[in-house]
């Protein structure tokens, strides 16, 4: 382990992007020479490099403030060898109009694919559609689910844990909330990912600096918006430039970037590679997966890996892979080919542009060429790769890191501080859809309309009074629990990002949600619950209104649970929906409204409904032991004898039906904890 004096030394030495004339000297200033140190931008030169800034004098700059981006920098060389994947997946038959699982088949994805990728290189995995590009990406930052075969290693060591917190994985798709905007997703990604030892003044600043650094100033308070057209908000390129901004406020030392220039033009590409180079030359490891670069986003590259059916055909420097075409016979028809295209040919067996050469017997069918290069690689580069794998002695990382220390899985911040900012990003993400518009005329209308059917309702029609406390445990048991179901399964890739990375604890964010929730599931149903109660014509004492009130909110906050619960179990809307619809309904019709006398057998059902609890608990609270009503004329009939009511068994004290309902308040969140714990990472 590096002594921490020797790793301050390292950290104000380390520039956060140099120039490019120093890729090679990365390793130097990790050995405590002097580097100049050069101001980020993004503009670029006329090769689409970052144009070099103004030097500072050699001697040591004085430590920045905010100089998290340099400090305990430690570089991690990416080693691995052999690397092999096999997917599993039941094949599907069409028997009549049914889909039935046949056998279980397997597909080798990714065989034998071996390379180096070094602090202060730009390594680019290349290849044709399918080829495994983002498998072996996923695979080397540790984060694919099931068996990988092969040896990858970090700095010598194995287990992708111990770097996990130096590791940064942007992937294809943007994971980001839509309606946080830039400065925001920053600034919450700063307060989350940034060690203690920084204020959250300096946190703030630190997410300032990346805006700056990433060119994203003009945009910085426009929200991110989502990839549909439903609701646009800052550009594709821009989006990606946020999503690499969360990754570098880790300061990664081992960055992993999926697909970063697909769907982009050529100049936006650009620059988004331009900003993968500099953070590769500030010392860190960065690999990245790209479709078809151009020639100048190619000229990029000092390594790259080329996978053509998940085998490797090339892996090595990126300026020499021509002369090794051409060593093995594949020399290009022109002399201005971009090696990007002529590789992604040859990795799709397509030699049209292949200069003919009598001495040399090409194949001309797709498959004998990549088989024909596919062994000239395990025979012209594999051992060289290999012996440069092995060779631990001149790691220049591993001397400098050493044994990665165990504290770099500690959490960042305190379980406080992940809790009080992931309520504030939830309530802002969350804010438009908490008090939408369409939600409060939802609400308000069905409300209006309850109030004006039960309006001033008689105090003898005990039938037509109940049957209104009924429909206020049933829409109030369907409104929440259906809005609840989306909650964990929309929120699933965020969570699984943001866990992979090491950002927060779940029981933060899980008691974050369930707080941040409050406001809206509480407000609505008492807004709803006063105009209806009061048009009604229920109970006008006040007392009973208000333990009526607090009964709704109470058989709500239930109903959520079992949302909550079925969304994480199942984490799948449809199902989700599909399940919830029926469970209500069992519950709806085993609440003791329109069944009094259930079967023996069956009755059972109604205590596992909570719309029965909260059903019996309305009315119990409702109508006193002796209150009547007249039950014709002249006549006086105690309400608790009226049929629909006498069939719920009321009893004096309601203590029963209140834990039955709290224990289900618990329960179900326990469930969807658990549930959400086993579908995570860790
Ligand atoms: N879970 C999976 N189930 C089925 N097939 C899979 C799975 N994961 C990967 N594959 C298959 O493995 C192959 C490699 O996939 P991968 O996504 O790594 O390719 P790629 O080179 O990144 O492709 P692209 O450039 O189109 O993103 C593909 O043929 C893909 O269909």
Redesign the pocket.
């Known amino acids: 382990m590096m002594p921490p004096e020797q790793e301050t030394t390292i950290a104000t030495n380390i520039p956060a992007i140099t120039t490019r004339q120093e890729t090679s000297s990365v390793h130097h200033e990790s050995e405590g020479s002097n580097t100049n140190k050069i101001k980020p931008s993004l503009e670029l030169d006329d090769n689409g490099i970052p144009p070099q800034q103004q030097t500072q004098p050699t001697t040591p700059p004085p430590p920045s403030r905010f100089s998290v981006l340099h400090q305990s920098l430690r570089p991690i060389t990416l080693k691995f060898e052999d690397v092999s994947y096999t ?1 599993t ?1 039941e094949s599907q038959k069409k028997k009549g109009c049914v889909l039935r699982k046949e056998s279980k088949l397997r ?1 080798k ?2 065989t034998g694919v071996t390379g180096v990728a070094n602090p202060g290189e730009l390594t680019a ?1 290349l ?12 695979a080397l930052a540790g984060r694919l689910a099931g068996k990988v075969s092969g040896t990858i290693t970090y700095n010598g060591h194995t287990d992708p844990t111990f770097v996990k917190r130096k590791v940064g994985f942007v992937p ?1 798709e943007d994971v980001l909330y839509p309606h946080l905007t830039v400065l925001e997703t920053l600034t919450y990604a700063a307060l989350l990912r940034l060690p203690k030892s920084l204020s959250r003044e300096e946190k703030k600043e630190h997410a300032e600096m990346v805006i700056t650094e990433l060119g994203l100033t003009r945009c910085r308070n426009s929200p991110v918006g989502g990839c549909m057209a439903l609701f646009r908000g800052i550009s594709g390129g821009e989006r990606k430039r946020v999503s690499i901004g969360q990754e570098m406020l880790v300061n990664p030392s081992l960055l992993f970037v ?2 970063p220039t ?1 769907g982009l033009d050529s100049t936006t590409a650009q620059l988004i590679v331009s900003v993968l180079r500099g953070l590769a030359l500030a010392g860190r490891t960065v690999v990245t ?1 790209i ?1 078809q670069p151009s020639s100048r986003l190619y000229r990029m590259f000092d390594k790259v890996v080329v ?1 053509s059916d ?1 085998y490797p055909i090339y892996s090595g420097q990126a300026g020499r892979v021509m002369d090794y075409l051409g060593s093995v016979g594949y020399v290009p028809a022109f002399n201005f080919m971009n090696p990007a295209d002529f590789l992604l040919d040859l990795a799709n067996g397509v030699v049209a542009d292949v200069k003919h050469d009598d001495q040399i017997d090409h194949h001309e069918d797709q498959a004998s060429v990549k088989q024909s290069l596919m062994s000239s690689f395990k025979k012209n580069l594999y051992p060289a790769l290999k012996e440069d794998i092995h060779q631990n002695n001149t790691d220049p990382s591993a001397l400098i890191s050493g044994t990665p220390r165990r504290c770099d899985n500690h959490w960042t911040s305190s379980w406080w501080e992940q809790f009080r900012v992931l309520l504030k990003r939830g309530l802002q993400e969350r804010r438009h859809e908490s008090f939408s518009g369409l939600r409060i005329f939802q609400v308000l209308s069905v409300s209006i309309l309850s109030g004006l059917l039960w309006w001033h309702s008689d105090p003898s029609h005990v039938q037509d009074q109940v049957g209104l406390l009924f429909f206020f445990s049933i829409f109030w048991g369907f409104f929440p629990l259906f809005n609840a179901i989306f909650a964990f399964p929309l929120e699933r890739p965020m969570l699984i990002k943001e866990r992979s990375s090491g950002m927060y604890k779940l029981s933060s964010y899980y008691a974050a949600r369930m707080v941040g929730d409050l406001p809206m599931e509480l407000v609505l149903p008492t807004i709803f619950i006063t105009i209806s109660y009061w048009m009604g014509g229920l109970n006008p004492s006040l007392v009973t209104f208000v333990l009526t009130l607090l009964i709704m909110l109470f058989n709500v906050l239930v109903s959520q649970g079992i949302g909550l619960a079925l969304g994480a179990i199942l984490m799948d809307v449809k199902q989700a929906t599909s399940l919830a619809s029926v469970t209500m309904l069992v519950f709806l019709l085993a609440g003791g409204y329109y069944i009094q006398q259930m079967p023996a057998f069956i009755a059972w059902l109604k205590y596992i409904s909570f719309s029965h609890y909260c059903y019996k608990l309305l009315v119990g609270v409702q109508y006193s032991v002796n209150e009547v009503y007249e039950c014709g004329q002249g006549l006086h009939c105690r309400v608790r004898d009226f049929p629909a009511i006498k069939c719920l068994e009321l009893e004096d004290t309601m203590w029963g039906d209140v834990a039955a309902l709290t224990v289900m308040l618990i329960g179900y969140r326990v469930v969807a904890y658990l549930a959400l714990r086993m579908g995570q990472p860790h």
């Open positions: 997917i997946f597909r994805v990714l995995m290849g044709p559609s399918g080829s495994g590009k983002t498998t072996l990406l996923t294809q999926d697909e697909s997966t479709h996978l998940g």
